[in-house]
């Protein structure tokens, strides 16, 4: 089986961020870092995957400036190779763009099952996983808090308001695991010294078969007319208990509509 | 030249940090108030192979040095978690035995320092001896197969929770110098005869320290490192390590108090600011920031030059001393910074006192690492 992993990598959520003052995106120049959303789905990729057994893991990346530090360290935790598709024409690129981009990068790695989160950690618009299993004509189930494969299928149970589904789908399709579905591993010392010599392809939007014109700021829908800074936090209600403490919870709840 | 670390080693920086974070120093602190173990925290780091990162591949080993290993500790350090048995099983120990040991011994336990499963204390220190190492009492006197070991070692830190000590012995006298020769032994703490007293020390961390009485303890002759009397030579292959990795713990501490210190005077406002925007509070927090970093950057060095297989004393000496002083200063900003609640057990700053502290004077103390400097730095006589 093959599986593919997408891995976005991140601006390090602990630093300072900035925008970009023309396009009003996050600057990206620094070192980014593997989202933590995506160590969930890295992890259940190895879990499913036989690597003894012949089945291969495959990441997949779209990233500035050629960075891999986000896919060593997903290669580290034991994926097997990565794929990273780097551009300068990329830039600018709005979610479905990115998905026109990764979907003939993915299409190579002949996957069986693609393994998404659910949401970035930093654009976290939540679309890119289904546009892309849209591209590539595939089945997609979102939100998995579990995960099986059987013979030629997956079976998925889908986290929904009031609890979940169990859901079942043909190979090959694309699954987005939400945060928790699995413990990620850290990566051991071993595979740390692993990762340098993993294969990691990079690619260009020409070695995609692309033209500039499809992709990055060019090719993309979207585009961010307007910045404002979110409201401050107003300050909590301070409540003193004297033994009614419970009734100003369930108060507190009720306005909520959460009992 | 090139000051950045490998791609490798940031990430071993990362994933230490990640499971650190996990445990923190409110976990350190715990354990060593109830006199418990951090085994949760050792277990973890052994099965990610992070304790033998600088044991050699071929025995299971992460086949990497020194710098690998003292960026381990100093992670461990910046969450508050400074682990002292690093300094000693796998950076002194485990490396002598690499370097000196026979085949049989680099089988018997290279491969368990690999996993960190095995735990070996090293003994020097003598109460009389005190910091001149040529003046030990400790005698190994040879007895058809075994040798006899009598004599008294003190501060041997975790001889509670290790397996086995490298105990260095007197084993002869050099007739052209009158000095001692010494020996190396590996001897299991349960052997008959040596016993064991608790040294009450005011250090909050979860080793402890002992006495060690040697009344003639039998030693198998197969338990002697490399050559008889070739001792002082070994010990000083396993020092270098040893004052590195004191280096990087403190080096560890220093960045730990930092953040503590430059987050709190961030957040905290008495007179209607931040009190960090008080130059009396930021300046002495840059200037740590300063020496710690410098200390890191000596201690890099040293490390480097250690793992190229290059003479590293001085540059080893130069980093424990810097990056010693260079914590407690910071850790006494810190503790300053945070006025009454510097010293409130909650915010995890004055506990570490007794632990920095230490590193000024142990393993090897200041005015020894300044007599070392003086004379072979600066050429100076030597005064004793
Ligand atoms: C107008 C516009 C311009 C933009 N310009 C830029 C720009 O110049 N530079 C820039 O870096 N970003 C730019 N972005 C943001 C970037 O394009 C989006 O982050 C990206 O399209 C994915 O969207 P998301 O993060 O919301 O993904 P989500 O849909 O929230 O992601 C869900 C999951 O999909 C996978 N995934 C998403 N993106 C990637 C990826 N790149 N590689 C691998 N897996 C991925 C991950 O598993 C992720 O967790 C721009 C966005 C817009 C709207
Ligand atoms: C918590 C703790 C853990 C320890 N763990 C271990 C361990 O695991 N194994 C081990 O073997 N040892 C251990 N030690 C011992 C430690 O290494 C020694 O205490 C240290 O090397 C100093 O030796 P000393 O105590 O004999 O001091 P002394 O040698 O008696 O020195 C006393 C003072 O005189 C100064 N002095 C001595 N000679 C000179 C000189 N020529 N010129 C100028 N000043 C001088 C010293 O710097 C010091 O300030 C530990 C100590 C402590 C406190």
């Not at chain 2, 650190?20 to 715990?30: I, L």
Request: some cysteine.
């Amino acid at each position: 089986m093959n599986v593919v992993v997408c891995v976005k990598q991140i601006p390090d959520p602990a630093a300072p961020q900035a925008l970009d003052p023309e396009t009003r995106t996050l600057i990206r120049q620094g070192k980014l870092i593997l989202d933590d959303s995506d160590a969930y789905g890295v992890e259940m990729g190895l879990q499913l995957a036989n690597q003894a057994g012949g089945d291969v893991v495959t990441l997949v990346s779209m990233a500035p400036n050629g960075e891999t530090s986000g896919l060593r360290t997903a290669l580290a935790m034991g994926a097997d190779k990565a794929i990273l598709v780097s551009d300068d024409a990329l830039r600018g690129s709005d979610a479905l763009s990115t998905a026109k981009v990764l979907a003939k990068a993915i299409e190579r790695a002949e996957p069986d099952l693609i393994i998404a989160a659910t949401e970035s950690t930093d654009g976290y618009t939540g679309t890119f996983p289904v546009q892309l299993a849209e591209l590539l004509g595939l089945p997609s189930i979102t939100f998995a808090k579990k995960v099986t494969v059987g013979d030629g299928t997956v079976v998925v149970d889908r986290q929904t308001e009031a609890g979940y589904d169990e859901v079942e789908c043909p190979l090959p399709a694309l699954v987005t695991v939400t945060a928790g579905v699995v413990e990620p591993r850290y990566p051991s010392f071993k595979g740390i010294m692993a990762a340098k010599s993993k294969p990691l392809e990079q690619l260009t939007v020409a070695d995609l078969g692309l033209d500039a014109s499809q992709v990055g700021a060019a090719g993309s829908r979207q585009e961010v007319t307007d910045v404002s800074a979110a409201d401050e936090r107003k300050a909590g209600e301070i409540v003193q208990d004297e033994g009614d403490g419970y009734e100003y919870v369930v108060r507190f709840l009720e306005q909520l509509k959460l009992i | 030249m090139d000051f950045r670390e490998t791609e490798e080693q940031q990430m071993l920086r990362q994933a230490v940090d990640s499971i650190a974070a996990k445990y923190g120093h409110s976990y350190f602190t715990e354990k060593a108030r109830s006199g418990g173990r951090t085994d949760e925290l050792w277990d973890e780091l052994a099965a990610s192979g992070f304790l033998g990162v600088n044991v050699p591949e071929e025995y299971g080993g992460g086949g990497m040095g020194i710098s690998e290993l003292a960026i381990v500790l100093e992670q461990l350090g910046t969450n508050g978690c400074p682990l002292l048995l690093l300094v000693v099983s796998p950076a002194i120990c485990a490396t002598i035995i690499a370097r000196f040991g026979s085949d049989e011994q680099k089988q018997l336990w290279l491969p368990r320092f690999a996993t960190a499963e095995l735990k070996m204390a090293f003994a020097i220190t003598e109460p009389d001896a005190g910091s001149n190492s040529h003046n030990i009492t400790t005698t190994a006197t040879r007895d058809g197969d075994v040798y006899r070991l009598r004599g008294t070692k003190y501060f041997i830190s975790f001889a509670d929770e290790s397996e086995s000590v490298l105990v260095v012995t007197r084993s002869g006298v050099d007739e052209s110098t009158g000095r001692g020769k010494l020996s190396l032994f590996v001897v299991d703490l349960d052997s008959p005869g040596l016993e064991k007293t608790l040294i009450p020390v005011e250090i909050v961390a979860p080793e402890n320290q002992f006495t060690l009485f040697f009344d003639d303890v039998e030693v198998p002759a197969d338990r002697l490192l490399g050559t008889e009397g070739d001792g002082l030579r070994q010990v000083f292959m396993g020092l270098n390590p040893e004052r590195i990795m004191t280096a990087a713990m403190a080096n560890g501490i220093g960045r730990y108090s930092l953040d503590k210190a430059s987050t709190y005077a961030r957040e905290r406002s008495v007179w209607g600011t931040p009190i960090g925007r008080h130059q009396g509070i930021s300046h002495p927090l840059a200037k740590a920031k300063i020496e710690v970093e410098l200390a890191r950057l000596m201690t890099q060095k040293a490390a480097w030059s250690y793992d190229a297989g290059l003479d590293a004393g001085e540059a080893a000496n130069f980093a424990k001393f810097a990056a010693a002083e260079a914590a407690l200063g910071a850790l006494d900003q810190a503790i300053q910074t945070h006025g009454g609640n510097g010293m409130s057990s909650e915010f995890g700053l004055a506990d570490m006192w007794g632990l920095t502290r230490l590193m000024r004077t142990a393993p090897v103390s200041r005015e020894m690492i300044l007599n070392f400097v003086g004379q072979h730095s600066l050429q100076l006589p030597k005064s004793y």
